[in-house]
T-cell receptor, first 115, second 112 residues
Framework: KNQVEQSPQSLIILEGKNCTLQ??????????LRWYKQDTGRGPVSLTI?????NTKSNGRYTATLDADTKQSSLHITASQLSDSASYIC??????????????FGKGTKLSVIP | DSGVTQTPKHLITATGQRVTLRCSPR?????VYWYQQSLDQGLQFLIQ???????AKGNILERFSAQQFPDLHSELNLSSLELGDSALYFC???????????FGPGTRLLVL
């Protein structure tokens, strides 16, 4: 069964600190992995997309890593800001044939940045 | 602002009723996706259309249906509504079948 597991479920950090969120997946055949940021009650916003051959991708203070061998990804946030408080969702895309792709979503990590 | 619009923003209806949610993708985007997000739950992928054709199906109930029109806007029809259908429904669009998805603001549905 294709699954995406994220940890921790929730995290509280002090403003200015760094943190790392984890994503493990069993999706196969893997196409790409995405990280989204979702503010409460708003639509998710794409942070990064990585294909099989990419190990790392950055978007400002966000850096995503991918190890396709161990099927793990992480999202590292540096110098956290209050505005980083949100849910971070890991999404894995698999090729389902006939030009179609399926997306499997993790349940997200809820990050709270406090002053 | 992602460029994806959804209407209505809020919808309150009764069990057994039928509603239609509308989505206009970003200009130039051919793919439209529908998602359901219940309270404290993760996003559930429902269905994807690409240039008018159904491309992928997720956990979409038989009571739900969708279509994408020639002008590329999409509608999600929910019928025989149940209390458990109360959720945020998001639409997203992308240029290609696999590209970055841009999410709309969502429609909040409350079934009483």
């Amino acid at each position: 069964k294709n699954q995406v597991e994220q940890s921790p479920q929730s995290l509280i950090i002090l403003e200015g600190k760094n943190c790392t969120l984890q994503c493990n997946y069993t999706v196969s055949p893997f196409s790409n992995l995405r990280w989204y940021k979702q503010d409460t009650g708003r639509g998710p916003v794409s942070l990064t997309i990585m294909t099989f051959s990419e190990n790392t991708k950055s978007n400002g203070r966000y850096t995503a890593t991918l190890d396709a061998d161990t099927k793990q990804s992480s999202l590292h946030i540096t110098a956290s800001q209050l505005s980083d408080s949100a849910s971070y969702i890991c999404v894995v895309s698999l090729y389902s044939g006939a030009g179609s792709y399926q997306l499997t979503f993790g349940k997200g990590t809820k990050l709270s940045v406090i002053p | 602002d992602s460029g994806v619009t959804q209407t209505p923003k809020h919808l309150i209806t009764a069990t057994g009723q039928r509603v239609t949610l509308r989505c206009s993708p970003r200009s130039g985007d051919l793919s439209v996706y529908w998602y359901q997000q219940s309270l404290d739950q993760g996003l559930q992928f429902l269905i994807q259309y690409y240039n008018g054709e159904e491309r992928a199906k997720g956990n979409i109930l038989e009571r739900f249906s969708a279509q994408q029109f020639p002008d590329l806007h999409s509608e999600l029809n929910l019928s025989s509504l149940e209390l458990g259908d109360s959720a945020l429904y998001f639409c997203a669009s992308s240029v290609e079948r696999q590209g970055t998805q841009y999410f709309g603001p969502g429609t909040r549905l409350l079934v009483l």
